[in-house]
């Protein structure tokens, strides 16, 4: 058996919400065991305070976003959390589009959230409403661009070889 | 004061800062030596025959090493403050006699193992060691560092507490011995060395000795993990190595003076060695200890260790000056 | 000592400086006790931390956006340098999420040897935890024999994989390699010379009065305080939480052996120090089982779509020659979707949240990196403790700026 | 002897006049130990070694470092620099040339006169220097040293209340 | 070396005072450490009672001449006499502090302590009779009244006055210190019998450069303690800024134990260079006349004006001394014990009132008190009176007896000034009684009462103020007593 | 402060500082790398090796696999026709130009696992260090086995130290 | 942005001994052999700065280890404050947020120093070609040593250790065999 769904399903929870926000879930999903919920931005925090406060979700494991370019709204962001006791997982999930992405920030629900929030402004540019101390993480705080927008050229050097040799360059290693 | 006095005073000092000197080489040889064998590794061993060579390599390369030094420092007092250290480190080991009993006769002049046998004794190692809290201090306050000034005011403290619990810490040999004079002390041991009557006064000797020295598990002037170098940060090249000195050199001197009064100097058992043999070995001996402490315990905190020094070791001491002073006094009584 | 008496210890010196005052002092990121390239920045009132602020980012690697150029078996290499003290157990967790996705069957051998290396690695790791936090707390010893020990650990992953570190054993659906022969034999005389080597250490530490005093009741975090910070891995069970992702949720077949979760009570440095080394002897119980029961057979999934062949057919098979090529250069394509694998590193729970878009590289791969997570609760830790406090404290977490910073 | 006198003379004379002189006052303190160091040695020629002991160990390295301490903790960066404020300073120096004219003056014309005390060197050497001062405080000066006890723990008390943070 | 204690005199008895005060303070000290906050108002009742005990012990002195320790220290009339004074002042001290320490919130163990400490030091200094047991009581009591003047801790006043009395009062040390080593250059003892013995034997001794430099730094540094101009400058701010009980305390104490000390160096070891220090010190005395009274004037702050007025007693009591007889010097030692009453009565009545949480600092404030507060309005005009001078309070005949030695010893110049300058001083002590006559701006509020012991004391005080004025003979026998000095 | 803290504080100290102490009777595990060398395992991952076969020809055939498949492609490959009159493989192709950038290999073995005929496998060799960067770029000819030393197909090249510690001249 | 450049040139290295106080005086008899004399002093009390980054910083403190003992170089001090330390060794990959650091760090060791650029990452920025690190310490700092290997093996480091010490001494690098 495929030990890596290691999420205990519960089919009741999907409905539960279903019934208390009605239209503000958009979409459900069980893919491969790991149940996801797709709500609309405004029930974002509400939904979250219900799932900490009713059924228990009392861990968030991170906060993420996913860069669609294609699709609109182009950003998904994630949070999925985990109640502790229950053994069960849910992804929480909602878009938001461009020209300024901004999702409500769930800091208030789960402080943990402050840091993996931070982060996704970071490399992604959403910004996170209600969040307390939102600056960059990783990044220098001068850095320009989000890199892990998928239309961020991740640029580099190429691999020298020998045809890149430095002429003229060849060290003195040996003195004397 | 004839002339002879001086020539000889001057040559004894020559020796003694010499012979320190190479004790400080060889003492961090040792120390790596030592702590390598504490580890299952061989230590420095490429350079020179058993890397004998090694201290001269370090100090070569120190002396050549040029200096950079941090902006914003006040250059006299940050070229001063070495200097302090050194000074007074080297100037504690004058009155320490290194082998007895009586002098030496040499080409028909008599000379004392010892550079000064002066009647405050140990006094003048307290008075010196008190100046040299300036050395570090200095260093940290000029070098314009956070790190430097927190390690140097914490150094200082340090020194000036413990500064009271190893002074009277010594106070029950005087009782005992009834002079400061180390070569009267000395000879008090004849018999029985100070150890065995007093070997609580010489843990707590050796306890505030070792925080004296800034050594581990004292050693958080220098903690490298909490303050970078501590006092000696901002310190290069020889002006570094200076400190460096000044540090070994009182883990000697606090050793030789451990060795003269609680572990009768000169004086062995059997008489199987000369004195100054004897005097060697018991000096080695703690410097291992030295050694072994710090490859072993963890550093103290810093309010504990202010704790322990003004809450626990100077009562001690003065609890054990107490009960000698009575138990002499009453057996003085009684005979 | 009058316990009650009002004025304490602590009611000495001035009266708190105004915040103005407050000393602000920079750790890091060139600090010898920052385990790397942390910065933190201090408030100090006096020699107390009043306030915190970790500076991360000093080591960010782009790891993330990385993965997103390469195919599944090419991250595997990617994987092992984002928490270079355990990185089989980064290749496990990032097979682990390919494997979720794609949905593949890993032989019980792979399996058993993944437990393996992995429980060696979570060894080595504390082994090196142990050396460097006693380093930074001045047991100038401990740091050699952990390495000595450490050293021991490498030499059996370089055996088994050819290097020390980065041993990027594992491939989707089973591992790369048999274990060479004699290994076994090795790692058992290795389960049986650990365990004295880590009494020394207990000899040395445990007791040691002052090293108590430099971890008892420092950086105290109780068990709610933990979870709501979103702590996991030993400094969650030092307080108090029994939560081990190889007991809640198992993978790789640790269902099948008895191991105990060491929990401790305090929360504080001391009882991190207590749950690592209990967890290093559990380590080696697991080993000791996983070596009595090692299955046989393959090592590696015969299914073709995700595994190349094994090398004895090249020379005879055209076919497996083919698969070779397509494998290779195209490697396999997943189905759309996500989902997100999680295994226990020895610094707490490292997810991985793989999406694809169905072609053969990972459309975003996220990482939830548990230093990442421990750290955000150091500025909570060092709240009123002391500046030498703050030494015990970040080695307490055990975090690791490659797995953080990413 | 006089030549060691003359130049711990000057010695004094100069690091003096840097405990007023100087502008920074790291360095005033700094004179001052320099000071306490040449009064240390003055002891010493004088054949008073316990005092010089007690001099060094005391006020050079207990009490003047305190002092640096604390004008090290104060300005940690940038030395405050006293400048000229008003004209005290000639005040100060019309006192001083009254003063030593009227030191000078009286040093001249009838010189000052003072008399041998009982610890001569010898009297000293008999029984030892340190010996001679411990019987001098616990016979003759009993008292006094006992008064000082008291006045030392009051000052205890005075200090820990003025620097104690108070939590009711 | 053996130590033999046999020839110094160890005689328990001569300090036995001495010895309870300190004992009660370290009692003090430890039942400050045990008991629980709650009950802190055991200390002042500790303190008392330890007091009362030394006050008890210092009985037996009277009439004795015992010299212990060496020679340091004497136990004679003039030191019972001071003892008891001192000791009363304290207990009075003590028995108003609570209420004022706990209405600003300063009700700390040390305070106890440290008056405690400033008391034995005091005494201590009234029966000095080494260089050394001078030195180390003045700097006994100043040490404590360091603190206690910076006890406020949260009030900047109280912290500067503290820094200003240490600043300057190190400085006065300095010059003590400085004259008392030449003194001992002088002569080579540092026991006053030793150098009263030196002074009378040698002949060149009012000719001796150093003895006289010494005696002049020596009576600066005790000047400054008896807070005699010119080196008064430190006193209107301190008195200003301690808080009140301090003040209270400190103005009258330390001036009855510096005046003992005067005393005893001026007219029993160096009579014999009376000559010598005759002019400097009528000098003092005539500034301390001068300046305390004309600036006292312009004072519209009770407590600076109070100071300036302690500054012209102090000229006042000097003028005792400028006669260098135990006569002269038993007019100062009466006029010292009145002062001690009706000034400690006069900052009773503003401690009294302060407490009460009102600003009493403001001489406006006493504009219509005797509306307000009768009581304690008639008591401050009985001190008042008495300090001005006035029959038949205390206060007349002080001055009276003193201006009285000065035409027997015919010393006309300082009496002149001393006569003039009483008138002068009418103005401003009459002053603040109009003031307390006037009638008041608003209507009378309901005040608080100042409480059983406060007012106690300031009855007590007041009527010794007059008793003493009735029948001063009883007293002024005792002063002469304690004034005839010999060792 | 707990009376066990006092009374047995000092016994663990010295408890530690025996443990420390008795380190001097275990050997010393240090191998002093110049001269002697830990042995390097069947597997090592260290600079590459190009093998030939027994009768000298390459085994590359310039598939460009290894290029492929390395994550940092640190590998470049130019394959060429094998002409009758220069047989350098016994395939069609052979690689012409086969270089390695050492200094950005992470020596990871993809190449060794994509080659299909074993051409090129990780070396023993880890003393690589130099002074610039250019010095780096193997060619293939740094790589190549030498001619009379390959031996089979088998992927311990004989240039391997032994696995045994073994004293090594430079 | 994404325009892939040619490399610049790095920083020009050789400097095997740094300044000597003798170059003053010019070449003869006495100070080539002073000069010896100083470089065989300072090669072999190479202080490393206690510098770690990534991966290459644990096999940094692997060299020190009992199993490869670094201080028989007498290299094992390794000093926490970089104006005692002599050699910088980078060990592991410099993101862009670290090169003021490194550059700081690098400034404040005081003349001669020494870099050894340990791994992949440091040498040439080794398999994270991307946005986030810097492609080579050599283009903030002069590099003495590069040494491949991802990480290197301490003894890897040892042999980088001895190259320099020979550098230092202006001796060959790699000996061969005659």
Redo the contacts between chains.
């Keep these: 058996m495929n030990r890596w769904s290691s999420a205990l399903p519960d089919d009741a929870l999907v409905q539960r919400i279903g019934d208390r926000f009605g239209a503000g879930l958009q979409e459900s999903s069980d893919f491969r065991g790991d149940l996801s919920v797709v709500v609309k931005p405004e029930v974002v925090v509400d939904l979250a305070r219900y799932l900490k406060a009713e059924e228990g979700f009392d861990y968030l494991l991170y906060a993420t976003a996913v860069d669609w370019p294609a699709r609109d709204p182009r950003f998904t962001v994630v949070w999925e959390v985990r109640s502790l006791a229950k053994q069960a997982r849910i992804r929480i999930k909602t878009t938001t589009a461009m020209p300024d992405p901004h999702v409500p920030s769930l800091t208030s629900v789960w402080p943990a959230a402050s840091w993996h929030e931070r982060e996704t402004w970071d490399l992604f540019g959403i910004k996170f409403d209600g969040h307390p101390d939102l600056r960059r993480i990783l990044m220098p705080p001068n850095w320009e661009g989000f890199p892990l927008r998928k239309d961020y050229v991740s640029f580099g050097e190429p691999v020298i070889f020998s045809d890149q040799k430095l002429e003229g360059l060849e060290p003195d290693a040996i003195r004397g | 004061m004839t002339l002879e006095l001086i020539v000889i005073t001057l040559i004894k000092t020559a020796i003694v800062v010499l012979g320190l000197l190479t004790g400080f080489a060889y003492l961090t040889l040792f120390e790596r030596k030592v702590q390598a064998r504490l580890q299952q590794r061989p230590g420095p061993n490429r350079v020179g025959p058993f890397g004998l060579l090694q201290p001269a390599a370090d100090g070569l390369k120190l002396f050549f090493k040029s200096s950079s030094a941090p902006a914003g420092r006040d250059h006299f007092l940050y070229l001063l403050a070495p200097a302090i250290s050194v000074i007074a480190a080297l100037a504690s080991f004058a009155i320490i006699p290194v082998s007895g009993p009586g002098d030496l006769n040499l080409f028909g002049h008599r000379i004392g193992w010892y550079v000064m046998n002066v009647n405050i004794g140990i006094l003048w190692y307290l008075a010196v060691t008190s100046f040299g809290v300036y050395g570090i201090f200095l260093a940290g306050y000029a070098s314009n560092s956070k790190y430097s000034m927190l390690g140097a005011l914490r150094s200082s403290a340090q020194m000036i507490s413990y500064e009271m619990a190893l002074g009277l810490s010594l106070v029950p040999v005087f009782i005992l011995a009834g002079s400061l004079r180390l070569v009267d002390i000395v000879n008090a041991q004849r018999t029985w060395w100070f150890i065995v009557p007093l070997l609580p006064a010489f843990f707590l000797y050796l306890i505030a000795g070792i925080a004296e020295t800034n050594r581990a598990p004292f050693d958080l002037p220098e903690a490298e993990t909490e303050l970078v170098a501590g006092y000696h940060t901002e310190y290069s090249g020889m002006r570094f190595a200076l400190f460096f000195m000044a540090e070994y050199i009182n883990m000697i001197i606090v050793s030789s003076i451990a060795t003269v009064v609680f572990l009768g100097g000169w004086w062995g058992p059997f008489g199987i060695l000369p004195g100054p043999w004897w005097f060697l070995l018991k000096v080695v001996v703690l410097l291992y200890v030295y050694v072994w402490l710090r490859a072993t315990l963890p550093r103290m905190r810093y309010d504990r260790l202010m704790a322990l020094g003004w809450k626990s070791l100077l009562p001690l001491s003065l609890t054990m000056m107490m009960v000698t002073a009575v138990v002499f006094v009453a057996a003085q009584g009684k005979a | 000592m009058v316990k009650n008496d009002v004025r304490t210890q602590e009611s000495f010196g001035p009266e708190h400086e105004p915040e103005a005052e407050w000393m602000e002092l920079n750790m890091g990121p060139h600090h010898p006790s920052t385990h790397g390239v942390l910065r933190v920045r201090l408030k100090l009132d006096g020699e107390i931390v009043r306030d915190a602020d970790a500076d991360i980012g000093y080591l960010h690697t782009g790891f993330e956006k990385s993965f997103e150029d390469k195919t599944y078996t090419q991250g595997i290499t990617f994987s092992d340098r984002m928490d270079y003290l355990a990185p089989p157990i980064n290749n496990v967790g990032f097979v682990g999420a390919v494997e979720k996705l794609i949905g593949v069957e890993v032989p019980p051998r792979a399996q058993a040897i993944r437990v393996i290396m992995m429980e060696l690695a979570r060894v080595a790791s504390h082994e090196l935890w142990l050396g460097t936090t006693g380093l930074d707390l001045g047991v100038y010893s401990g740091f050699f024999y952990a390495w000595r020990d450490r050293d021991l650990a490498l030499d059996l992953n370089e055996a088994y994989s050819g290097v020390r570190m980065m041993t990027s054993f594992t491939r989707v659906g089973g591992v790369a390699w048999d274990l060479p022969d004699g290994w076994l034999e090795q790692l058992q005389r290795f389960i049986d010379v650990m365990p004295s080597r880590i009494d020394d250490f207990e000899s040395m530490l445990t007791n040691n009065p002052i090293w108590r005093q430099r971890t008892e009741g420092v950086g105290v975090i109780s068990g709610e305080d933990a979870i709501e910070a979103g702590v996991t891995g030993p400094v969650l069970r030092a307080s108090g939480v029994n939560y081990d992702v190889r007991k809640a949720f198992p993978y790789c077949g640790y269902e099948q052996y008895d191991f105990e979760v060491p929990v401790g009570k305090n929360g504080d440095c001391y009882d991190r120090y207590r749950v690592r080394v209990a967890e290093m002897r559990q380590s080696l119980r697991i080993l000791q089982q996983a070596v009595d029961s090692l299955p046989g057979g393959p090592w590696l999934t015969s299914d073709r779509k995700v595994a190349l062949p094994p090398r004895s057919e090249l020379s005879k098979s055209m076919e497996a020659v083919i698969h070779q090529f397509r494998l290779v250069s195209e490697g396999f394509k997943g189905p759309v979707g996500d989902v997100y694998a999680f295994v226990e590193s020895p610094r707490g729970e490292l997810g991985f949240y793989l999406v694809s878009d169905g072609t053969n590289k990972p459309y975003r791969m996220k990482v939830r990196p548990p230093s990442f997570c421990n750290l955000q609760s150091l500025r909570k830790l060092v709240e009123g403790v002391l500046v030498a406090d703050v030494i015990a404290i970040m080695g307490s977490l055990d975090f690791i700026l490659g797995d953080c910073d990413r | 002897m006089v030549v060691a006198f003359a130049i711990l003379a000057a010695w004094e004379l100069v690091t003096a006049a840097g405990v007023v002189g100087f502008r920074r006052p790291i360095y005033n303190a700094l004179s001052l130990v320099a000071n306490m160091l040449g009064l240390a040695v003055l002891f010493l020629i004088l054949n008073a070694q316990f005092l010089f002991a007690a001099q060094l160990i005391v006020y050079a390295g207990a009490v003047m470092v305190l002092f640096v301490f604390i004008i090290a903790l104060l300005n940690p960066v940038s030395d405050v620099s006293l400048g000229r404020t008003g004209n005290e300073w000639i005040y100060g120096l019309v006192f001083g040339v009254i003063f030593a004219a009227l030191l000078g003056g009286l040093l001249v014309n009838r010189g000052l006169t003072g008399r041998q005390g009982t610890a001569t060197p010898e009297a000293i050497s008999a029984v030892g220097n340190v010996q001679a001062v411990g019987a001098a405080l616990y016979t003759k000066f009993l008292f006094p040293v006992e008064v000082t006890s008291v006045l030392l723990l009051i000052a205890a008390v005075g200090a820990v209340y003025l620097a104690m943070r108070r939590i009711r | 070396m053996n130590i033999d204690l046999s020839g110094i005199g160890l005689d328990y008895g001569t300090i036995l005072p001495e010895l309870i005060v300190v004992g009660t303070a370290i009692a003090v000290l430890t039942l400050d450490l045990l008991l629980p906050v709650a009950r802190r108002r055991w200390l002042p009742a500790v303190t008392v009672v330890g007091l009362l005990a030394a006050l008890v012990a210092s009985l037996p002195l009277w009439g004795q001449n015992r010299s212990a320790f060496g020679d340091t220290v004497v136990g004679d009339s003039l030191a019972a006499f001071f003892n008891v004074l001192l000791i009363v002042i304290t207990i009075l001290t003590v028995l108003i502090s609570p209420r004022f320490l706990r209405a600003f919130d300063l009700d700390y163990g040390e305070y106890y302590i440290l008056l405690l400490g400033a008391t034995a030091g005091m005494m201590l200094l009234a029966a000095a009779t080494s260089l050394m047991t001078i030195f180390l009581s003045i700097e006994l009591l100043s040490i404590s009244l360091y603190v206690l003047s910076g006890f406020a801790r949260a009030a900047q006043r109280s912290q500067e006055s503290a820094l200003k009395y240490l600043l300057l009062g190190g400085f006065a040390t300095g010059f003590l210190l400085y004259g008392m080593a030449l003194i001992y250059g002088a002569t080579g003892s540092t026991t006053l019998r030793g150098i009263a013995a030196m002074v009378t034997a040698g002949s060149g001794a009012s000719g001796n450069v150093l003895l006289l430099l010494g005696i002049g730094f020596l009576s600066v540094g005790l000047a400054f303690k008896a807070s005699a101009a010119p080196f008064h400058m430190w006193t209107p701010d301190v008195y200003e800024g301690a808080p009140t009980i301090v003040t209270t305390f400190m103005s009258v104490a330390t001036k009855s134990a510096a005046f003992a000390a005067i005393g005893r160096v001026f007219i029993a070891t160096f009579p014999s260079l009376a000559t010598r220090w005759y002019f400097p010190l009528a000098l003092i005395a005539i500034f301390s006349l001068f300046i305390g009274n004309l600036v006292a004037i312009t004072q519209d702050n009770l407590k600076r004006m109070l100071a300036y007025s302690g500054i012209a007693h102090a000229g006042y009591i000097l003028l005792g001394v400028l006669p260098g007889t135990a006569v002269g010097f038993s007019a100062s030692v009466f006029y010292i014990a009145a002062y001690a009453v009706m000034n400690f009565g006069a900052f009773a009545v503003v401690t009294a009132l302060g407490a009460g949480g009102e600003q009493t600092a403001d001489i406006n404030y006493w504009r219509g008190l005797f509306y307000r507060r009768p009581f304690l309005a008639t008591v401050m005009t009985i001190f008042m009176l008495s300090l001005a001078g006035i029959p038949p309070t205390v206060g007349f005949f002080a001055k009276l007896f003193v201006f009285q030695a000065l035409v027997n010893a015919q010393i006309w110049a300082p009496l002149v000034v001393a006569v003039v300058m009483t008138i002068v001083s009418f103005y401003y002590y009459l002053r603040v009684v109009v003031m307390m006559l006037a009638t008041p701006d608003e209507a009378v509020a309901e005040k608080p009462r100042v409480g059983i012991s406060t007012s106690g004391v300031l009855g007590a005080a007041a009527l010794a103020t007059i008793a003493l004025g009735v029948f001063p003979t009883t007293v002024l026998d005792w002063a002469s007593h304690a004034a005839s000095l010999h060792f | 402060m707990a009376v066990r803290e006092v009374l047995m504080g000092p016994v663990y100290i010295l408890r530690a500082l025996y443990t420390t102490f008795k380190h001097n009777r275990r050997p010393i595990v240090t191998i002093e790398y110049p001269e002697m060398q830990k042995a390097v395992p069947p597997r090592a991952r260290g600079k590459h090796i190009l093998h030939r076969y027994a009768d000298g020809l390459e085994k590359c055939v310039g598939c460009e696999l290894c290029a492929i498949a390395c994550p940092v492609g640190c590998i470049v490959v130019e394959a060429a026709e094998n002409t009758p009159e220069n047989r350098v493989s016994p395939g069609e192709r052979y690689a012409k130009r086969y270089e390695i950038n050492l200094l950005r290999c992470i020596y990871c073995g993809m190449c060794e696992e994509a080659c299909p005929y074993d051409a090129i496998t990780m070396g023993p060799r880890y003393d690589l260090a130099d002074d610039h960067p250019d010095k780096f770029i193997a060619v293939k000819e740094d790589m190549l086995e030498p001619l009379s030393a390959s031996v089979g197909d088998t992927a311990v090249p004989s240039g391997a130290p032994s696995a045994q510690p073994v004293a090594r001249k430079w | ?4 450049k ?2 610049p ?2 920083f ?3 400097r ?2 740094g ?3 003798l170059n003053a005086l010019g070449d003869n008899v006495l100070t080539t052999t002073l000069d010896k ?2 470089n ?3 090669s ?2 190479i202080w490393p700065a ?6 290459c ?3 940094m ?2 060299a ?6 670094i ?4 290299s ?1 001090l390794f ?6 330390s ?1 050699l910088l060794i980078v060990s ?2 410099v ?4 090169v003021p ?1 490194i550059r700081q ?1 690098y400034d ?5 120093k020494w870099v ?1 650029a340990m791994g ?1 990452c440091a ?11 810097v ?2 310490v ?1 283009k903030i700092i002069p590099v ?10 301490p ?2 480091l ?3 250790v ?2 320099l010490q020979r ?1 230092i001494r ?8 005659a």
């Design positions: 942005m994404g325009e892939l040619l490399r040139a790095p020009p290295t050789g095997a001994a300044p000597t106080p004399v100083i065989w002093g300072r072999s009390a206690l510098f770690g980054l990534a991966c910083a644990i096999e403190m692997g020190v280890g009992p199993r490869q003992d201080s028989r170089f007498g094992e000093r926490a404050s970089p104006r005692q002599d592991g990959r993101a862009i947020k670290m650091v760090v404040q060791m005081p003349e001669p050894i992949a040498s040439s920025a080794g398999m994270f070609n991307n946005y986030a690190i492609q080579s050599d003495d040593i590069y040494l491949p290997g991802c990480p290197p093996r003894e890897a040892l042999d980088a001895i190259k550098k202006g001796e060959p690098l790699v000996k061969r065999p």
